[in-house]
Structures are given as structure tokens and as C-alpha cells.
């Protein structure tokens, strides 16, 4: 996975967190990213807005394969 840079939407969705969301937000990072945040390449509101936009990524491809599963699912019945 190749790590992009903060998108200008997500540093402002991260400027609206709370401390407590923002925690949240670092402890489900991982590999390169974990990497670059502790070898401080990224800042901690870099580091939240690229978490925020992976998260945001891999919510929008789950609800698709749900909508598919629910769909075979139907054609089945």
C-alpha cells in the first residue's frame, strides 16, 4: 500500500475532532503509516487525516460487497 499525502478535506474533518476522536483515530493505524508518524515524516493531524480517509475508503468498499452479498442473496430467494 503506498501511503498518500493528507487530503485538504480530511485536515479539516480532523481540525472538528475531539482529543478522544483523534485517539481513536492513531490506534488504528498501521505499517507504513505507524512508521512514517513515529519517525515523525508526518504530523499528528497528517497521520489523523490519512487514517480518516483510509477508514472512510474501506467503509465505502464494505458497504458495496454488503450490497452485493445482499443482492445474491435475494436472487436466491
Given at each position: 500500500m503506498?501511503?498518500?499525502?493528507?487530503?485538504?478535506?480530511?485536515?479539516?474533518?480532523?481540525?472538528k475532532?475531539?482529543?478522544?476522536?483523534?485517539?481513536?483515530?492513531?490506534?488504528?493505524?498501521?505499517?507504513?503509516?505507524?512508521?512514517?508518524?513515529?519517525d515523525?515524516?508526518?504530523?499528528?493531524?497528517?497521520?489523523?487525516?490519512?487514517?480518516?480517509?483510509?477508514?472512510?475508503e474501506?467503509?465505502?468498499?464494505?458497504?458495496?460487497?454488503?450490497?452485493?452479498?445482499?443482492?445474491?442473496?435475494?436472487?436466491?430467494?
Amino acid at each position: 500500500m503506498k501511503i498518500k499525502s493528507a487530503n485538504n478535506e480530511y485536515l479539516e474533518k480532523v481540525a472538528k475532532l475531539t482529543e478522544e476522536e483523534g485517539e481513536r483515530l492513531l490506534s488504528r493505524m498501521r505499517g507504513k503509516l505507524t512508521r512514517r508518524f513515529e519517525d515523525e515524516k508526518l504530523s499528528r493531524v497528517e497521520a489523523i487525516a490519512i487514517q480518516l480517509e483510509l477508514d472512510d475508503e474501506q467503509l465505502t468498499e464494505w458497504r458495496q460487497r454488503m450490497h452485493e452479498i445482499k443482492a445474491r442473496d435475494k436472487s436466491k430467494k
